[in-house]
């Protein structure tokens, strides 16, 4: 099916708000530009602009216009589960704090069917904002036997569901858990929040084909820089 022109165009503006190229307090084209740059009708440019106001990255102002919000990054859930969606899940950098193999029992995140004893890779990243704040903290686990070269990777800018694509390996489900818990110390000092503050932590698993877990992770965030959202476009209407 193809995409509907309406949310072609909205992802284009979401990516370029999310990358840095339209930062906060930037000025989207008004409906009538819109409409000449894309050749779209004026429904379909109201729509694009009233989407991105709802998912809360701009604000309409009557006779001013549109533009980026100065508030927290807004993040669409279904993206960090989906395992065909290719690219950064949240833009700006990532940097390696640890990466080494340990047990399985000491990986830091629960590997549910995976023996105590099984080597894993553990990856610890902090995830930057495109001003270069951290505003994340991130712990994954692969088990050793799976992804043999994945030290060998650019980990900086690795996303393992990519990586799994790219090599060959078939994960075919993820799910997120959401868990409040209390920052520890050592992850609070990375984040500058104080320690014991209630955050939330986002865990994911994914499986392979054959029901064996291809990697356990999980994200804490800044909850004053960092919020998510579920959205999916179920039946699209016709005409946009």
Not at 6 to 29: A, K, N
Not at 122 to 147: C, H, M, T, W, Y
Request: with cysteine.
């Amino acid at each position: 099916m193809a995409v509907p022109t309406y949310l072609r165009i909205r992802s284009e503006l979401e990516q370029q708000i999310r990358s840095g190229e339209l930062p906060p307090g930037s000025r989207l084209p008004t409906e009538a530009e819109l409409q000449e740059q894309y050749s779209i009708g004026r429904a379909t440019a109201q729509r694009v602009l009233t989407e991105l106001a709802q998912a809360g990255l701009v604000e309409r102002h009557r006779r001013r216009g549109t533009f980026v919000t100065e508030g927290a990054r807004q993040e669409n859930l279904l993206r960090f589960v989906n395992t065909a969606l290719p690219g950064p899940k949240i833009a700006g950098r990532h940097a390696v704090e640890s990466v080494t193999v340990v047990p399985a029992c000491d990986a830091g995140v629960e590997l549910p069917g995976v023996p105590d004893d099984t080597p894993v890779h553990q990856l610890r990243r902090l995830k930057f904002d495109v001003d270069d704040n951290v505003i994340g903290v991130e712990l994954s686990a692969v088990p050793f036997a799976l992804a043999p070269r994945l030290q060998d990777e650019d980990l900086n800018h690795l996303t393992m569901h990519d990586y799994f694509a790219r090599v060959g390996i078939p994960a075919v489900k993820a799910r997120i858990y959401i868990d409040p818990i209390s920052v520890d110390a050592a992850t609070a000092a990375q984040l500058r929040i104080p320690e014991g503050q209630a955050v939330i932590r986002l865990r994911r698993l994914t499986w392979l084909a054959d029901g064996n877990l291809a990697e356990a992770r999980w994200d804490i965030n800044r909850p004053d820089l960092v919020e998510f959202f579920l959205e999916q476009t179920v039946q699209p209407s016709k005409g946009f």
